[in-house]
Nanobody, 118 residues
């Protein structure tokens, strides 16, 4: 089994920055990709950024230039700059095709709240 634990959420003023972290634990052999999603109230969960095991990254257009994803083996980070109230949401990390002692699967973190407000 793979567990993902997120941290770093909180309240920030418009224009501010936050750095989210997500650490995967368990007997992990490899993780194909680690990604960040968010879900705002009344909206669908959306993919923001993904970091592949080959160091390739992908970003949703709405966060390009403001958010940066980075990965250190089984930990993924999301540096968020120039935050606006539209970025208020619960942020989730996900491990895609994680190979562990439990087999191969996709795993989600529990989510961390990010609130952008003055």
């Amino acid at each position: 089994q793979v567990q993902l634990v997120e941290s770093g959420g909180g309240l920030v003023q418009p224009g501010g920055s936050l750095r989210l972290s997500c650490a995967a634990s368990g007997i992990i052999y490899s993780i194909l990709a680690m990604a960040w999603y968010r879900q705002a109230p009344g909206k669908q969960r959306e993919l923001l950024a993904r970091a592949m095991s080959d160091d390739n990254t992908w970003y949703r257009d709405s966060v390009k230039g403001r958010f940066t994803i980075s990965r250190d083996k089984n930990t993924v980070y999301l540096q968020m700059n120039s935050l606006s109230p539209d970025d208020t949401a619960v942020y989730y990390c996900k491990a895609d095709r994680a190979s562990s002692s439990a087999g191969i699967g996709d795993y989600w973190g529990q989510g961390t709240q990010v609130t952008v407000s003055s």
